[in-house]
């Protein structure tokens, strides 16, 4: 093994948990100026959001990054950050959903500078990588600074709300290296067609920082509808999820998986998988809902292709984890049984997905249970009732995780087409 293969590391991305906190430093000028500036060890500031995937803000703006691709050499230092108190599931995907709403935005360097050395501190919407994550976390009610909006990555690693992690890192074997090395990164792409769309946009608006902004445009600005729906197409945007079934086609194929590689690295994939069964694709189902609300107001073109798409996502995803949760229930059925992520009807976490992808079911559902006096009714009529989970949500009610029954509604649903089989199997 190679010297340089021995010091190359990276995060253990089944030890990283949503919400965590990766602080690092490099032996790089800027990071040196940053580190001297600040009294501190670290330089950089990133979020996890989700199994393998990061968020950060740099000059190329705020972007999503596969943790098994961020590399450390011997001279970097790394530090991985998690709450004392955990948050709730609802605060939780709070601080994710704020992060990953930022996708896009651009950087402040100014502003950056400011927080290390002083000066004027304007509270602009444009991001650095230590006020990302302080303001993520301050959306959600959690201050992890004295304040979120002008911070350093060494007042993230001295907030008391704050725990380091040991053992977080692993050495990367040179087999490793070269294989991914040698392995498209479709992330790169996203980042490219992300910010392809984004610069295109802001030649018509200027105060455009992420696609929430985008989005309002379109609404609002129909003359340019045609343009963004342009900037979509020819962007690549609207293609780039063929890219993981291109590289990647043992995620959508049982058969093909079994094929694919070794039992431990497989297990580790669909654990990790499975985990988020339903929250890790949850962000597909959320803006499936949001953009055919929209193109039923306003009929834009470029909100149609939007709806086609995360449409397709929806069923992506559903499909990737049915192959892991298939794969594991073959060869590992104690642990499909222990890691499938179950997210109990009628509980605080149901209700605020609920809301978000079905809310006329939350409202009859809550209805149901002040009527009755108990949440362990039927969701629809009050009766007695079991939990399921819909396993064709993708196509019945994409985002919905379990649904809390009465025979009678579970046989007419059943008879809409619906799939459904007891939560706890």
Excluded at 14 to 22: A, F, R, T
Excluded at 47 to 60: A, E, K, P, R, Y
Excluded at 118 to 143: D, E, I, N, W
Excluded at 171 to 193: G, K, Y
Aim: with cysteine; glycine share 6%.
């Amino acid at each position: 093994m190679s010297e340089t293969s021995m010091t190359t590391r990276r995060i253990r991305v089944e030890s990283l948990e949503p919400g965590d906190i990766v602080l690092t430093a490099g032996p790089g000028k800027v990071s040196k100026v940053i580190r001297r500036a600040s009294k501190g060890d670290v330089s950089h500031a990133m979020i996890c959001v989700q199994n393998g995937s990061i968020i950060d803000s740099t000059d190329l703006g705020v972007q999503a990054h596969n943790v098994q691709r961020e590399l450390y050499g011997p001279d970097d230092h790394v530090v991985v950050l998690r709450l004392r108190e955990p948050l709730s599931d609802v605060r939780l995907a709070a601080v994710i959903d704020f992060a990953r709403s930022e996708i896009g935005t651009r950087y402040s360097k100014v502003e950056a500078v400011r927080s290390v050395l002083g000066g004027p501190k304007p509270r602009t919407r444009q991001l650095f990588c230590s006020r990302l994550v302080a303001r993520a976390y301050a959306h959600a009610g959690v201050t992890l600074v004295a304040d979120p909006d002008y911070c350093t990555p060494e007042a993230l690693r001295q907030s008391p709300l704050l725990i380091e992690l040991s053992d977080m890192t692993e050495i990367v074997s040179e087999v490793e290296l070269a294989a991914w090395n040698a392995r498209p990164n479709p992330l790169a792409d996203m980042q490219a067609a992300q910010n392809a769309v984004l610069e295109r946009a802001r030649g018509l608006d200027p105060s455009i920082e992420n696609f929430n902004d985008l989005d309002r445009i379109v609404q609002e600005h129909p003359e340019w509808d045609e343009e963004i729906a342009a900037a979509y197409r020819q962007s690549g945007y609207l293609d780039l999820w063929k890219a993981d079934f291109a590289i990647n086609p043992w995620h959508y194929d049982l058969e093909a998986m079994e094929t694919s590689g070794g039992d431990e690295g497989l297990r580790a994939y669909c654990v990790g998988t499975i985990r988020e069964f339903h929250t890790g694709g949850l962000r597909f189902a959320v803006n499936l809902i949001h953009y055919k609300g929209a193109l039923a107001a306003h009929g834009r073109r470029s909100t149609r292709q939007l709806v086609t798409l995360y449409a397709q996502l929806v069923r992506n995803d559903q499909l990737r984890r049915d192959v892991a949760l298939a794969w594991l229930k073959r060869h590992h059925p104690d642990q499909a049984a222990s890691d499938l992520e179950r997210i109990v009807p009628h509980s605080e976490h149901w209700f605020s997905i609920i809301d978000r992808v079905e809310p006329r079911l939350g409202q009859i559902a809550r209805v149901s249970i002040k009527a009755m006096g108990s949440a362990d009714v039927c969701s629809s009529c009050g009766d007695p009732a079991d939990d399921f989970r819909l396993i064709n949500a993708a196509e019945a009610m994409p985002g919905v995780p379990s649904l809390r029954l009465c025979p009678d509604c579970v046989g007419i649903r059943r008879g809409f087409g619906e799939i459904l089989e007891p939560l706890t199997s």
